[in-house]
């Protein structure tokens, strides 16, 4: 089936993390659908490997699509990183974008010291992935990573202003810091949330990239481009699917969002 | 087919924690064939729903299960709080022992004051099993539980004496060491890698509970009284299934196990 300006876009994650992703895409685009599918039953993925990752990635690709969506974000850093090309083959002429390029682009763009910061999860970080797509934008950007892997549980924990996580960032910030970069990449959808500590510990001198609002301004010009933006003017309708809804589920996915979360679907696997 | 003596035990967990059962195990019975499922795919459970916990409980103890195994152990606090039911109407008249119910045996066993602490993932101290399971042995104990979410990740980071490990344990024990406890249980299977740090911040008047080692010592029990210890002093058989390997989990297994870690085969599942 064709894609039509009316359908919706599909954004996924491995769990309520791309949420930040698309809180940014109802601010910038606040009259396009959105349908949203978290993994929440095998959330993690930024530990697992990288087989376990495509194979995961490529059952939430098929079940989106069959939602006629019309564009394609990964929204999991992770899954950007590893899998990106299992997307772009199931999703045949359906346009894919993930937070990696759009986080890379706004990076290159924000630099002037040409030495760019990224922290996320291990595997992002192993992948390389990041610094690939930098570098294929400029060649001459100095590209320095660093994996927080604490970062998700204590954001998870709600302690988004606490000794330990204050702690915990300045140990895993030492050593990207001293490399003088000016830009540091949050490099994960759960770190937005940690953006005021991380503000205050890198300094004034260094902007942060969020790659959820680099993400939505990327879909919004996208859209305008291959004359898929929704013209009507509607309220618009957002369907979440999870393949869990743990305790708590509600309130984080809430703080994430940044609102109430309603239609919430449980869909059972495996 | 009858269980006989040669048969394996068959150890489950949700990832690498249940090997410090296995380690256990093979300190205490070193004759015994070992089966350890992990289900490194889908790991964490501890922050999951009942519901999907139960489904795949039941997918595991149906794999062990065709292993021929002549007992199983529920290595992961998580699995023994809300999904016992479900191993034991699969196993039919193979015996099932579980971590909660060994930690709460040798909790009630210790304490002179009458009053436990439990500490344990979010699932395992909202399920109250530990309480439940101490009740049940002896009506008139307090047991004060919390939920330590961090411990996990903090053990899989490694930072095993970290600052950032202390003031997390700080904050977590503060609540249940102000209630006069004088023992204190390591309700998930990651925790006893943390017991030097737990026991400086506990002090020497509180005794902690692994229930690694509770649970070894009641395996040894339960075969000698059914008869199904393994009689031969060979040279024993361990097999290690997981339905993931990423990155690290060679070291991250060896260091649960504290030897190397061979025969190690993964399973393709969902």
Redesign the interface.
């Known amino acids: 089936m064709d894609s039509l300006p009316s359908h919706p876009i599909g954004v996924f994650d491995s769990g309520v993390g791309g949420l930040t992703v698309v809180r940014a895409l109802m601010e910038r685009l606040p009259f396009e659908d959105i349908v949203y599918f978290g993994d929440?039953?095998?959330v993690p993925y930024g530990?697992?490997?990288v087989d376990?990752i495509k194979?995961?990635t490529g059952?939430i690709t098929e079940f989106l699509l069959e939602k006629n969506v019309k564009l394609l974000i990964i929204a999991c850093n992770t899954m950007a990183a590893v899998a990106a090309d299992v997307v772009k083959q199931l999703a045949l002429d359906v346009p894919v974008l993930d937070v990696i390029e759009a986080g890379a682009r706004n990076a290159v763009a924000q630099t002037r010291s040409n030495a760019i910061g990224v922290i996320g999860t291990?595997?992002t970080v192993?992948s390389n992935a990041y610094a690939r797509s930098i570098h294929h934008l400029n060649p001459n950007v100095r590209v320095y990573s660093q994996a927080c892997?604490?970062f998700?549980?204590?954001v998870?924990?709600g302690?988004l202003d606490h000794?330990?996580t204050r702690?915990?960032a300045q140990?895993y910030l030492k050593p990207v810091l001293v490399e003088k970069i000016d830009t540091l990449v949050l490099g994960c959808t759960h770190y937005p949330l940690l953006k005021p500590l991380l503000q205050e510990l890198a300094g004034p001198q260094i902007q942060l990239v969020d790659s959820a609002v680099a993400m939505a301004d990327q879909t919004a010009q996208v859209l305008t481009e291959i004359g898929l933006a929704n013209p009507q003017r509607h309220l618009p309708n957002y369907e979440y699917y999870v393949?869990?809804?743990?305790?708590?589920f509600q309130t984080i996915g809430e703080r994430f969002l940044g609102r109430s979360l309603a239609n919430l679907q449980q869909v059972?696997?495996?």
Chains 1, 2 share one sequence.
């Open positions: 929440t039953a095998r530990v697992k490997s376990t194979h995961f059952q291990p595997t192993n892997p604490l998700v549980p204590l998870e924990e302690w000794p330990v702690l915990t140990e393949t869990d809804i743990p305790l708590r059972k696997w495996g």
